[in-house]
């Protein structure tokens, strides 16, 4: 039973098209994030959710949009895809806020734009 | 705002030697630290972390970290490098200011030689 589970693993697609990937964690968690990691293995947090709301919001283009059908779920739908956008994609969840909380991860989507 | 410096992109071991991984954290409160690994091709793992009780903190496969306020130094040790180990190690800092954000820092990939 994978405790974060994100699909797909892969993606290549072409500069300008729109493309999503999906979250899921069956751990009971109230708290779900979105991580961005670049081609030199730079983390950076994109979003959290907590309960379904929106609670980090980084400075993220507005062609990145997450959604949170529900606390076990947080999606990432991305717009116009650009060169830039080339990264391994990670969710996360955590029990709550507590900053002393541990995240557990999911395996990562890598997403390719040509 | 919180940051976290690792000293060294890379680090080559000697299976059985001791493996040392420097982390520095810049913050004005009283920090959470924390040392992930990430294995290849997956998400990143807890390897243990400081939340302002014993400042020497045992975590998993023999690792330990030491907080050191004076030096604000949050360095990863673990005696003997196992080829197991051949990882990257992120430190990172909850912001207590945003909600649970963990800022990580650049990694450190560690290379153990047979």
């Known amino acids: 039973d994978t405790a974060v589970s994100q699909t797909p693993k892969y993606l290549v697609t072409q500069m300008g098209n729109d493309k999503s990937i999906k979250c899921e964690q069956n751990?009971?968690?109230?708290?779900m994030y979105w991580y961005k990691q670049d081609s030199k293995k730079f983390l950076k947090i994109m979003f959290s959710?907590?309960?379904?709301?929106?609670?980090i919001n980084e400075t993220v283009p507005n062609r990145f949009s997450p959604k949170s059908p529900d606390k076990a779920h947080l999606n990432l739908h991305i717009n116009s895809l650009e060169l830039g956008d080339s990264a391994v994609y990670f969710c996360?969840?955590?029990?709550?806020?507590?900053?002393?909380?541990?995240?557990?991860f999911g395996e990562g989507s890598r997403l390719t734009v040509l | 705002a919180q940051s976290v410096t690792q000293l060294g992109s890379h680090v080559s071991v000697s299976e059985g030697a001791l493996v040392l991984l420097r982390c520095n954290y810049s913050?004005?409160?009283?920090?959470?630290l924390f040392w992930y690994v990430q294995y290849p091709n997956q998400g990143l793992q807890l390897l243990l972390k400081?939340?302002?009780?014993?400042?020497l903190v045992k975590g998993i496969n023999g690792f330990e970290a030491e907080f050191k306020k004076s030096e604000t130094s949050f360095h990863l040790t673990k005696p003997s490098a196992h080829m197991s180990d051949a990882a990257e190690y992120f430190c990172?800092?909850?912001?207590?200011?945003?909600?649970?954000?963990?800022?990580f820092g650049g990694g450190t990939r560690v290379l153990v030689k047979p």
């Open positions: 751990l009971g968690h109230d708290t």
């Open positions: 400081y939340t302002s009780a014993a400042t």
């Open positions: 996360a969840s955590s029990q709550d806020l507590r900053l002393t909380g541990e995240l557990f």
């Open positions: 959710y907590n309960n379904k709301e929106l609670i």
């Open positions: 913050s004005s409160v009283p920090p959470y």
């Open positions: 990172a800092v909850s912001d207590r200011a945003a909600g649970n954000k963990l800022t």
